[in-house]
Structures are given as structure tokens and as C-alpha cells.
Nanobody
Framework: VQLQASGGGLVQPGGYLRLPCAASGSIFSLSVMGWYRQAPGKQRELVAS???????SYADSVKGRFTISRENAKSTVYLQMNSLKPEDTAVYYC?????????????WGRGTQVTVSS
């Protein structure tokens, strides 16, 4: 599985960005897809995730502002980020998690930088 995230950039506070992540491989629809972020000096944290069936979960810090979605036919997951704040500044990473019984295979893409600043 290879993941290619894009869509990052510089945006003013209150602005928006949409991050797409395209996946290769045949297990996309069976995988839990997630977006993580890592700010300088901080640990990587889970921002949002979505199951193959479309169930979603969000970090408290982004609830009501970010929306994760997926198009299984295009093997692509999206993160729509609205009302961006300076504290959302981080490198954003796409993750694919495929469960094989009790085991999980994790795949990561290269990050895309999001900077929120005036």
C-alpha cells in the first residue's frame, strides 16, 4: 500500500483546506483510514478516522470543524478542514490500517505541511 497526501499550504486563521490522500493497492475499502498530525516538539496525534463502512471519529480539538470522508471507488480519503486555527499548524499524515484478525498492518504516507498564520 502506498499513500500520497497533498493539499497542504499556508492559510489564514478562519480559512479552510482540503487534504486528499490517494492510496494504491486492493485493500482500501477494507481499511480504516486516518489522518494524523504532528506539530513541532509534539507527538503525533490522531485527528480523524473513518472505517470502510463510513463510521467516523474525531479528536475533540477538531470536532465540528474537520470532516473526514472517503471514496472507495477512487481509493481516496479526504480531510476537509474549516475554521482553521494557528494551533492546527502541523505536518498532516495519512494512515491506512488493515486488520488481519488480531493483527494490524499500518501504512503511512509522506506528510503534507499545513500552516495557519496571518
Amino acid at each position: 500500500v502506498q499513500l500520497q497526501a497533498s493539499g497542504g499550504g499556508l492559510v489564514q486563521p478562519g480559512g479552510y483546506l482540503r487534504l486528499p490522500c490517494a492510496a494504491s493497492g486492493s485493500i482500501f475499502s477494507l481499511s480504516v483510514m486516518g489522518w494524523y498530525r504532528q506539530a513541532p516538539g509534539k507527538q503525533r496525534e490522531l485527528v480523524a478516522s473513518i472505517t470502510g463502512g463510513g463510521s467516523t471519529s474525531y479528536a475533540d480539538s477538531v470536532k465540528g470543524r474537520f470532516t473526514i470522508s472517503r471514496e472507495n471507488a477512487k481509493s481516496t480519503v479526504y480531510l476537509q478542514m474549516n475554521s482553521l486555527k494557528p494551533e492546527d499548524t502541523a505536518v498532516y499524515y495519512c494512515n491506512s490500517r488493515y486488520y488481519r484478525g488480531p493483527y494490524a498492518d499500518d501504512y503511512w504516507g509522506r506528510g503534507t505541511q499545513v500552516t495557519v498564520s496571518s
